[in-house]
């Protein structure tokens, strides 16, 4: 496990007030001594104002803050320095912890020896990634909950159920003339369908979660000129989309991520669906296709005043679908339905709430505490959990093998540590950690 020094920025670059540079591991306090004048390792969690030098030149004068391990981040002994911010007095305070025995942090680095360390686990470590990745306030949320060990402790649970069914097949396994006994099978199966239970429970939140990461893919669909890209538009809060009362303006899709009363979504504006026999347009209709066929959510645009057509009461048929009456200011007197005004504003925000309401209605219903599966990592090392409980049930048959229930029962705990990362597989933490930014 490494443990020598290493340093990196652990703010953005480029021009700010300050800029914090983070210094960890084994001899990180003699490496912070050779740069901070008047270094004082035992003053731990104060910051403390000092000159910062490299050799007998002056770099720049801010704060470091001093963490002994364990009690740090990364477990490691830690120091944060706060300088000026820029481009300069950051690399110049890079280079002087780099001339003075740090190397350059890997990606993620700090993070990763938080796990190794024991001060997170993987799937905490992820929530670090998805909280700094946040731009919603419930994926905020979601992402501070399983920092906090929401999804940890329900994992946890599960592989201590997993042990204690391991627990009663040694028993029966390696003392199977005891007086009490051989256990019922019974007993054994239903402690694996109870555990499989759960699982598939968890496993049911991976499509809602996947939303909630990612943001809800919502497609404004409808006829040529049907007011797809102001609504689009309107929704953003931007002019992204090009608007024009030349039907068939937009080609091609073009996407925008925002949030609906604090949920993420994902507008994608598309194609007007027509019979053209405009080349190009029919690309931007295969296009759009594509699109909705992806969709969470289908937002139809239909002016208001205008009946369905035939091709949009199938797509009402075919795709989870909201009918948006667009142009409401242009029909004098009260509208139909959900109707919305990219001109006036009237009906937006109806509209925001009525899609939070109906993509998020699972998450809206819990109160947004239930932990989900959020990455396909999280998905597989479930699924093959649960086959593997499926494979144990099987040989709890009539006077099964016990020995093959119990490797099958091993397996699905195995599961359970690699999403966890309580056992060491370094391919995994190499992809957990690829996308990190160094400093973190």
Same mark, same amino acid.
Not at 38 to 59: H, P, Q, S
Not at 92 to 120: D, I, M, Q, S, W
Not at 291 to 318: H, N
Not at 358 to 370: C, K, P, Y
């Given at each position: 496990?490494?443990s020598?020094?290493?340093?990196?920025l652990?703010?953005p670059?480029g021009?700010?007030?300050?800029a914090?540079?983070?210094?960890?591991?084994?001899?990180?306090f003699?490496?912070?001594?050779?740069?901070?004048?008047?270094?004082?390792? +035992?003053r731990a969690?104060?910051?403390?104002?000092a000159?910062?030098?490299?050799?007998a030149?002056a770099i720049d004068?801010?704060l470091y803050?001093?963490f002994?391990g364990?009690?740090?981040y990364?477990?490691?002994d830690?120091v944060?320095l706060?300088c000026?911010?820029?481009? !300069?007095?950051?690399?110049?305070?890079?280079?002087?912890?780099?001339?003075a025995g740090?190397r350059?942090?890997?990606?993620?680095?700090?993070?990763?020896?938080?796990?190794?360390?024991?001060? !997170? +686990?993987?799937v905490?470590a992820?929530?670090?990634?998805?909280?700094i990745d946040?731009?919603a306030?419930?994926?905020?949320?979601?992402?501070?909950?399983?920092?906090?060990?929401?999804?940890?402790?329900?994992?946890?649970?599960?592989?201590?159920?997993?042990?204690?069914?391991?627990?009663?097949?040694s028993?029966e396994?390696?003392f199977?003339g005891?007086?009490?006994g051989?256990?019922p099978?019974?007993?054994?199966?239903?402690?694996i369908?109870?555990?499989?239970g759960?699982?598939?429970?968890l496993?049911?939140?991976a499509?809602?979660a996947?939303r909630?990461?990612?943001?809800?893919?919502?497609?404004l669909?409808g006829?040529?000129?049907?007011?797809?890209?102001s609504?689009?538009?309107?929704?953003l809060?931007?002019?992204?989309?090009?608007?024009t009362?030349?039907?068939?303006?937009?080609r091609?899709?073009?996407?925008?991520?925002? +949030?609906?009363?604090?949920?993420?979504?994902?507008?994608a504006?598309?194609?007007?669906?027509?019979?053209s026999?405009?080349?190009?347009?029919?690309?931007?209709?295969?296009?759009?296709?594509?699109?909705?066929?992806?969709?969470?959510?289908v937002?139809l645009?239909?002016?208001?005043?205008?009946?369905?057509?035939?091709d949009?009461?199938?797509l009402?048929?075919?795709?989870?679908?909201?009918?948006?009456r667009t142009k409401?200011d242009?029909?004098?007197g009260s509208?139909?339905?959900?109707?919305v005004?990219?001109?006036t504003g009237e009906?937006i925000?109806?509209?925001?709430?009525?899609?939070?309401?109906?993509?998020?209605?699972?998450?809206?219903?819990?109160?947004?505490?239930?932990p989900?599966?959020?990455?396909?990592?999280?998905?597989?090392?479930?699924?093959?959990?649960e086959?593997?409980?499926?494979d144990?049930?099987a040989?709890?048959?009539?006077?099964?093998?016990?020995v093959?229930?119990s490797?099958?029962?091993?397996?699905?705990?195995?599961a359970l540590?690699e999403?966890?990362?309580?056992?060491?597989v370094?391919?995994?933490?190499g992809?957990v950690?690829?996308?990190f930014?160094?400093?973190?």
């Amino acid at each position: 496990m490494l443990s020598d020094p290493i340093a990196a920025l652990a703010t953005p670059p480029g021009r700010s007030a300050l800029a914090v540079v983070r210094l960890s591991g084994r001899g990180a306090f003699d490496v912070a001594a050779r740069v901070v004048e008047g270094f004082r390792a +035992d003053r731990a969690r104060t910051a403390t104002l000092a000159t910062f030098r490299e050799g007998a030149e002056a770099i720049d004068r801010g704060l470091y803050t001093v963490f002994p391990g364990p009690h740090s981040y990364t477990g490691e002994d830690l120091v944060e320095l706060s300088c000026h911010g820029g481009q !300069l007095a950051p690399a110049r305070l890079l280079a002087a912890l780099h001339a003075a025995g740090a190397r350059p942090a890997a990606a993620g680095e700090f993070t990763r020896r938080a796990v190794l360390n024991g001060k !997170l +686990d993987l799937v905490q470590a992820e929530a670090v990634g998805d909280l700094i990745d946040a731009v919603a306030p419930a994926q905020a949320r979601a992402a501070l909950r399983q920092l906090e060990g929401g999804l940890s402790r329900r994992l946890s649970e599960l592989r201590e159920a997993l042990v204690g069914v391991q627990a009663l097949l040694s028993y029966e396994i390696d003392f199977p003339g005891e007086d009490d006994g051989p256990v019922p099978p019974e007993r054994i199966a239903a402690a694996i369908e109870e555990v499989a239970g759960r699982i598939a429970r968890l496993l049911a939140t991976a499509p809602s979660a996947d939303r909630m990461r990612h943001g809800a893919l919502l497609v404004l669909a409808g006829r040529p000129n049907a007011g797809k890209s102001s609504l689009f538009n309107a929704l953003l809060g931007t002019s992204r989309a090009l608007v024009t009362e030349i039907p068939g303006t937009t080609r091609d899709a073009i996407e925008g991520h925002t +949030d609906f009363l604090g949920w993420p979504v994902r507008l994608a504006d598309t194609a007007g669906l027509s019979n053209s026999d405009d080349r190009l347009e029919r690309m931007g209709v295969e296009v759009s296709r594509r699109y909705l066929s992806a969709a969470d959510l289908v937002l139809l645009c239909i002016e208001a005043g205008r009946e369905p057509g035939p091709d949009e009461t199938a797509l009402l048929a075919e795709r989870p679908s909201l009918v948006v009456r667009t142009k409401r200011d242009l029909v004098p007197g009260s509208a139909d339905g959900l109707a919305v005004s990219a001109v006036t504003g009237e009906g937006i925000g109806d509209l925001r709430r009525a899609v939070a309401n109906r993509v998020f209605a699972d998450r809206i219903a819990l109160g947004d505490l239930e932990p989900g599966l959020g990455r396909d990592r999280h998905r597989t090392a479930l699924l093959r959990a649960e086959a593997a409980l499926a494979d144990a049930a099987a040989h709890l048959i009539p006077e099964g093998d016990p020995v093959l229930v119990s490797h099958h029962v091993r397996e699905a705990t195995i599961a359970l540590d690699e999403l966890l990362g309580a056992v060491d597989v370094e391919e995994v933490l190499g992809a957990v950690f690829a996308g990190f930014c160094v400093g973190k």
